[in-house]
């Protein structure tokens, strides 16, 4: 059974880790009160498909996408989600401005996030190729990257066989 894990872990390696960035609110502060979340939420740039994710003591605090409306007023006003596992991961599939608040009365307390998710650049694209990047170095790197991925699977079955 060990073998799986390795298989598992190794794979994970091989996956492109290039295509969407996971932005977690407030970073090392997690969703809590009394943390400026403008200031962090203005040193993200979020793309279509990148993922928003609060972290948080559950059953405390949990997190509720409104309206703009709902987020000014810290009220329930345009409620689109609700989430409350402590530890959630929020797709962005679409370019347009999110508003997210604490329900349990914490928004009056700072806990509230508003983002602006833009499209991907023109340069980008879903398969896989780095954002920013241009011509024949995007081409480069994207061509490495899948080398090195098949090794990683390569020595993930390898391992696999040697452990079976």
């Known amino acids: 059974m060990a073998w799986l894990l390795v298989v598992a872990v190794l794979a994970g390696l091989a996956a492109d880790r290039c295509a969407a960035t996971d932005h977690i609110v407030g970073a090392n502060h997690g969703w809590n009160p009394n943390i400026n979340y403008s200031l962090w939420s203005g040193n993200q740039t ?76 023109h340069n980008a694209s879903a398969d896989g190729k780095r954002r920013g990047s241009t011509g024949e170095d995007e081409d480069s790197a994207a061509a490495v990257h899948a080398l090195s991925a098949a090794w990683m699977v390569a020595l993930a079955v390898a391992v696999a066989a040697v452990a079976f």
Not at 59 to 88: L, P, R
Not at 94 to 107: D, H, K, L, W
Request: net charge neutral.
């Open 46 to 121: 979020f793309y279509v498909g990148d993922l928003i994710s609060f972290r948080y003591q559950k059953g405390t605090h949990n997190v509720f996408e409104v309206n703009q409306t709902g987020y000014d007023n810290c009220t329930m006003d345009g409620v689109a989600g609700n989430w409350t596992s402590g530890k959630d991961f929020i797709p962005l599939p679409e370019a347009r401005r999110y508003y997210f608040i604490c329900g349990n009365g914490f928004c009056l307390q700072g806990m509230k996030v508003a983002i602006t998710v833009h499209p991907l650049p």
